[in-house]
């Protein structure tokens, strides 16, 4: 297997670890950022230096971008860049011990060469990229269906679908049903599983970073909410289809206006 996909991998793992004996034995010590609902803990900040300090280690000349204290912008996505969320679903891993991810994304003069989305609890592993594939635990993903919106689920950041944003009850109502989980990773994981159609959100860089190049190696779409690229930049409003459903999604959108 390719030796930095495998050392990212080992990473993550030994970073699971933690995050399990921390919540077994340790005192989760919680505090708010920017409102009542948006949390950190000591877990999501030890977790991602961790990462830093593992990954650079055995690899030079990486710039970092992470959700994380003073890692959290980026002038420029020029040459090589390690993208961490250390806990995405920071709100479950308090709230529910489960359902949440950590996630890592390795990307070169802003295109995505890998990304890893891992299932802490549930121990479910994603990862890949143009040059590998996708790997899902001990398989490998070749396709997607590319199913319409009218013939599966879509997931949705819970604020964007109670405040019915962007048509979010209409396209609810033309799927099977609607799902939100609080997790990007989870959502984007059951993308490339054909578990959802699209999911919908409104997100930073490092929550879709390991996702957008998966989703995208697996011939799915991931754009803002007007069909235009991400940047990689600052937080967007975010969709990630299949094909069929995007199209629909965006056409939907498009009658706002
Ligand atoms: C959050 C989760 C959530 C999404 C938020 C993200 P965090 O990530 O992915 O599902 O709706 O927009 O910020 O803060 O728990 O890493
Ligand atoms: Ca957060
Ligand atoms: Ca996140
Ligand atoms: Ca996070």
């Known amino acids: 297997m390719d030796e930095l996909a495998t050392k990212v991998i080992d990473i993550i793992y030994a970073a699971a670890i933690k995050i399990k004996e921390q919540l077994k034995t340790k005192k ?8 009542r609902t948006d949390f950190v803990t000591n877990i999501d900040t030890q977790i991602q230096g961790f990462i830093i300090d593992e990954f650079m280690k055995a690899n030079r000349g990486y710039q970092v971008l992470a959700e994380e204290g003073s890692y ?4 420029e996505l020029t040459g090589k860049v390690l993208i961490i969320d250390p806990i995405d679903g920071t709100n479950n891993l ?6 949440f991810c950590i996630m890592v994304a ?3 003069n802003g295109e995505g060469k890998y990304g890893f989305i891992y299932d802490v609890m549930a121990d479910n592993l994603l990862w890949g990229g143009p040059e590998v594939g996708v790997h899902y635990n001990e398989g490998k993903i070749r ?8 013939e599966g ?3 949705f950041n819970s604020a964007i ?4 944003a962007y048509r979010a009850h209409q396209i609810g109502d033309e799927s099977l049903g609607v799902r939100m989980s609080g997790c990007a990773g989870y959502e984007l994981m059951n993308l490339a599983l054909g578990r959802r159609v699209a999911y919908i959100s409104n997100l930073q860089p490092w929550d879709y970073a390991a996702g957008k190049v998966i989703l995208e190696t697996l011939g799915l779409k991931v754009t803002n909410i007007y069909g235009n690229a991400l940047k990689l930049k600052d937080r967007e409003l975010f969709i990630a289809a ?5 199209e629909r999604i965006l056409e939907l959108i498009d009658s706002i206006k």
């Open 72 to 75: 959290n912008t980026l002038n």
């Open 153 to 155: 689920l879509v997931g």
């Open 28 to 35: 989760l010590v919680v505090s708010t950022k920017s409102s």
């Open 161 to 164: 679908y109670r405040r019915n």
């Open 94 to 99: 308090i709230l529910e011990r489960q359902n």
């Open 106 to 108: 390795l990307y070169e």
């Open 242 to 246: 299949t094909p069929l459903a995007h």
């Open 143 to 150: 396709s997607v269906p590319n199913l319409p919106l009218s």
